[in-house]
Nanobody
Framework: QVQLVESGGGLVQPGGSLRLSCAAS????????MGWYRQAPGNQRELVAA???????NYADSVKGRVTISRDNAKNTVYLQMNSLKPEDTAVYYC????????WGQGTQVTVSS
């Protein structure tokens, strides 16, 4: 099964930017839709953004206009560009297929704080 490794998180001030990466151990070409999810303490994991092989994207209302998902099938990597970050974006971010069917990776922590 494809393994997922997320990276790129960190501590950033409100209004800052981060670019998250999700590297897959195998081909994601056959996975039509990939997504980024996040889980804040005390909250359920939620879908933040998804992208199909055809490039169709959808975003949670909470991040629309501030976040861009992209994928590079040749590199088996999915990206999440996050701008104008807010404290409420603080969470552990994960990638997975959408709908999810792969094992979760370890995630990458994003903390937005001054």
């Amino acid at each position: 099964q494809v393994q997922l490794v997320e990276s790129g998180g960190g501590l950033v001030q409100p209004g800052g930017s981060l670019r998250l990466s999700c590297a897959a151990s195998g081909s994601i070409f056959s996975i039509n839709a990939m997504g980024w999810y996040r889980q804040a303490p005390g909250n359920q994991r939620e879908l933040v953004a998804a992208i199909t092989n055809g490039g169709r994207t959808n975003y949670a209302d909470s991040v629309k206009g501030r976040v861009t998902i992209s994928r590079d099938n040749a590199k088996n990597t999915v990206y999440l560009q996050m701008n104008s970050l807010k404290p409420e974006d603080t969470a552990v971010y994960y990638c997975n297929a959408h709908p999810r069917f792969l094992d979760w990776g370890q995630g990458t922590q994003v903390t937005v704080s001054s």
